[in-house]
């Protein structure tokens, strides 16, 4: 599999799990009314106009730098049980696809941007014993205790009732595994990966800062769901309806739009299915634009 993005001997690439008209606008998004006219303009990689729902993918992300690797978000997971059809008991090649980038067995460091049931998945795997085991077997998972506690106290009862017990089958068993390490953010995974504290779709939300270790500079900004749609490039204010903190979430949004538009840095977002290097440039008017970007190399 060719590299989504190379810089010296770093390299990204992106594992597309699903892609789908997903979500009812009006499920994803609260008072969208007034943007209507912005919906309709969407391209068909970004809206189905037919049924009023908003095209979106399901992605992770490979880092591979100096024999480091490093696996960021892991999607839904296949034959998981979970309440919404469009993800139960899935059956995609994302294990397959990762092969092509790397054995799993070599994978030093999986990271969750955060702990929603589409990007923990693929943590763990069905076992011959009928259960779920680590599906990266020497790599550490890295978790913060402000998402930990979310996940274990009483507010994440309404996640699991309406999507399934992810925690059960793609957390647990890799605390169970030893395989786990909760650390402090910000945390420098590698001299190429930094976890970043980016607080909003959950408590304790990051993003993920890919560096090229011989400059020091930030190659690429894996974004988890601090963004979710090209919608929110024009309208940072708009917040999903499953953000746990919505005002936070808008705060820390616009902070990384600000700081992708004055570097011109990409955003690798991954429920985004349009643009998979999300260059984004200042509209002028306080919002944001989506940019050409260069592609690194």
């Known amino acids: 599999m060719r590299p989504l993005l190379t ?21 994803m998004f609260v008072d969208t009314d007034p943007l209507r006219p912005r919906i309709a303009a969407l391209g068909p990689d970004d809206y189905d106009a037919s049924t009023d729902r908003l095209v979106m993918a399901s992605s992770s992300y490979v880092v591979r730098s100096g024999g480091f690797v ?12 979970r309440i919404r059809d469009m993800w139960n008991g ?12 790397v054995d799993p067995a070599e994978v030093d460091v999986v990271v969750n941007t955060h702990l929603h049931c589409d990007h923990v998945g693929w943590n763990t795997a069905a076992d011959a014993a009928g259960g779920w085991s680590p599906t990266f077997p020497n790599a550490r998972y890295l978790f913060n205790e402000l998402d930990r506690a ?25 605390f169970l595994a030893g395989q786990a390490d909760v650390v402090e953010l910000p945390h420098r995974a590698s001299p190429s990966v930094v976890l970043e504290h980016a607080p909003g779709d959950t408590p304790g939300h990051m993003v993920v800062r890919v560096l090229d270790p011989a400059s020091g ?24 309806s499953f953000c746990s903190m919505r005002e936070v979430a808008e705060s820390t949004r ?16 991954g429920h985004v299915a349009s643009h998979e290097l999300l260059y ?3 509209d002028g ?13």
Not at 90 to 99: F, G, I, K, N, R
């Open 285 to 297: 008017e306080g919002g944001f634009a989506i940019a050409e970007g260069p592609r690194l190399s």
């Open 90 to 101: 899935l059956a995609t090649t994302w294990l397959e696809q990762l092969a092509a980038i």
């Open 70 to 81: 490093a696996v960021v978000d892991t999607g839904v997971g296949n034959g998981k049980p």
């Open 254 to 269: 616009r902070a990384l739009l600000e700081e992708c538009a004055a570097t011109g840095v990409p955003m690798l977002a």
């Open 280 to 282: 984004v440039e200042s």
């Open 7 to 27: 810089a010296g001997d770093t390299e990204i690439y992106r594992i597309e799990e699903s892609r789908s008209a997903m979500l009812p606008v009006e499920e």
């Open 217 to 240: 500079s930030t190659v690429a900004i894996i974004s988890g769901d601090a963004l979710h749609h090209v919608l929110q490039v024009a309208e940072p204010g708009l917040s999903s």
């Open 150 to 174: 979310f996940i274990t106290g009483p507010s994440a009862r309404g996640m699991f009732e309406r999507n399934g017990d992810f925690w059960a089958d793609s957390i647990e068993p890799v």
